[in-house]
């Protein structure tokens, strides 16, 4: 007799398996390296399910088989075993974890005001962030696509009034317009490099910008 299986949508199995772990959702992203804005959607239903490259990398945050979540999401038989069952969990030590700030967003070009309102916290393996202070923002524009920055990126950066020639930073112009790019110097001026063919260098003298931070890395939504 064939029987027919009413399956769950994935992000009712993806809440489920991630409470049952006892995992927030900051901290299924830090494991899983996928965004805990895309999580979010998953389990609230507003996206559809996932491409198998992000379930790869949620089951390795939910610590258990790929083949097991992706038969739990609809993608493989039912009949398929799983090597390892979604039940033999690791337990997860989350006293190493703090909290960073994200901090409004920025465009990626020349016209954006820079925001300070903290609009939400991440969560980041303390060993990550303990050679100094660092926050987020979330990037708007496309200047930086080049360097595999796309909007909706969040940027990871540490707090320092100075930028490495040639690294990626959060920069200040005039007091005023907030920019992420990459920074040269040449003598009392500095030069801000976009990741994008279309849009040109501009040049500043030192003494027309503030320096907030260089960025350490970036997370891009799946």
């Known amino acids: 007799m064939e029987v027919h299986l009413k399956l769950r949508s994935f992000g009712e199995v993806l809440r489920e398996l991630r409470?049952?772990?006892?995992?927030?959702?900051?901290?299924?992203?830090?494991?899983?390296?996928?965004?805990?804005?895309?999580?979010?959607?998953?389990?609230?239903?507003?996206?559809?399910?996932?491409?198998?490259?992000?379930?790869?990398?949620?089951?390795?945050?939910?610590?258990?088989?790929?083949?097991?979540?992706?038969?739990?999401?609809?993608?493989?038989?039912?009949?398929?075993?799983?090597?390892?069952?979604?039940?033999?969990?690791?337990?997860?030590?989350?006293?190493?974890l703090v909290q960073?700030?994200?901090?409004?967003?920025?465009?990626?070009?020349?016209?954006?005001?820079?925001?300070?309102?903290?609009?939400?916290?991440?969560?980041?393996s303390q060993s990550d962030v303990q050679d100094g202070e660092y926050f987020y923002l979330i990037v708007k524009g496309d200047s930086m696509i080049e360097d595999g920055i796309i909007e909706g990126s969040r940027v990871l950066?540490?707090?320092?009034?100075?930028?490495?020639?040639?690294?990626?930073?959060?920069?200040?112009?005039?007091?005023?317009?907030?920019?992420l790019k990459r920074v040269f110097y040449d003598g009392d001026n500095i030069i801000l490099v976009a990741a994008n063919k279309l849009v040109r260098p501009k040049t500043y003298r030192l003494d027309e910008i503030q320096i907030q931070g260089q960025v350490k890395s970036y997370t891009v939504d799946v």
């Open 19 to 96: 409470e049952k772990r006892g995992l927030a959702v900051n901290q299924l992203a830090l494991y899983s390296g996928v965004s805990p804005a895309l999580i979010s959607k998953l389990e609230n239903g507003h996206r559809g399910n996932p491409k198998p490259e992000t379930i790869e990398k949620l089951s390795k945050g939910l610590k258990m088989e790929y083949a097991e979540l992706m038969r739990l999401a609809g993608y493989i038989d039912h009949g398929v075993e799983s090597k390892k069952k979604s039940d033999n969990l690791i337990p997860y030590d989350a006293s190493n």
């Open 157 to 179: 950066v540490r707090k320092q009034g100075f930028i490495e020639n040639g690294k990626i930073g959060v920069v200040l112009c005039d007091d005023e317009e907030a920019t």
């Open 100 to 124: 960073i700030p994200i901090y409004g967003e920025i465009k990626a070009g020349y016209n954006s005001l820079a925001k300070q309102d903290i609009i939400g916290y991440e969560y980041v």
